[in-house]
């Protein structure tokens, strides 16, 4: 049966709310693990623009004994290039790991908001006889 208007936009900020913070849990997942796949390219694209030469030129130790210009450009190149497998594992990872957690089936559709028991109807009213596409 239908619910009440008040009940109804009341059900509808309720769900609402927890798609939003289902969303919210699918992106934080999401979040963690790219930050954990990726942070090796992160690390050495960051050393390669610290220490080279046009870009930042940092006076830290390192960079004056170990990295001059050519290894700084070989590390940002190197970077970038091991970006693309990293992104497709990082990918997969979160992929399965929705697929295990079950992520994508917590989002819940609006028309609860408008019937009670869970049952999805045509605004003009519930037909009683069953049929094989609902």
């Keep these: 049966e239908p ?4 009940c109804c936009l009341a059900w509808t900020l309720l769900i609402g709310a927890m798609n939003c913070l289902v969303f919210l849990l699918n992106l934080l997942v999401m979040f963690v693990i790219f930050t954990v796949v990726l942070l090796p390219t992160i ?3 960051y050393f390669g ?6 870009v930042l030129h940092s006076s830290a130790r390192y960079c004056k004994s170990i990295l001059d210009d050519n290894s700084s450009s070989a590390l940002i190149i190197l970077g970038f290039v091991i970006m693309s497998p990293l992104l497709v594992v990082a ?10 957690l ?12 408008l019937y009670k028991g ?3 109807c045509h605004p003009r009213g519930c037909n009683t006889q069953l049929k094989a596409w609902v």
């Design 91 to 100: 990918m997969a990872i979160y992929c399965s790991l929705a697929r295990r």
């Design 49 to 54: 623009f610290q220490c080279h030469s046009q």
């Design 102 to 113: 079950q992520l994508l089936v917590c989002f819940q559709p609006f028309s609860l908001a």
């Design 118 to 120: 869970g049952h999805c």
């Design 3 to 6: 619910r009440s208007p008040c």
């Design 43 to 45: 690390v050495v694209v």
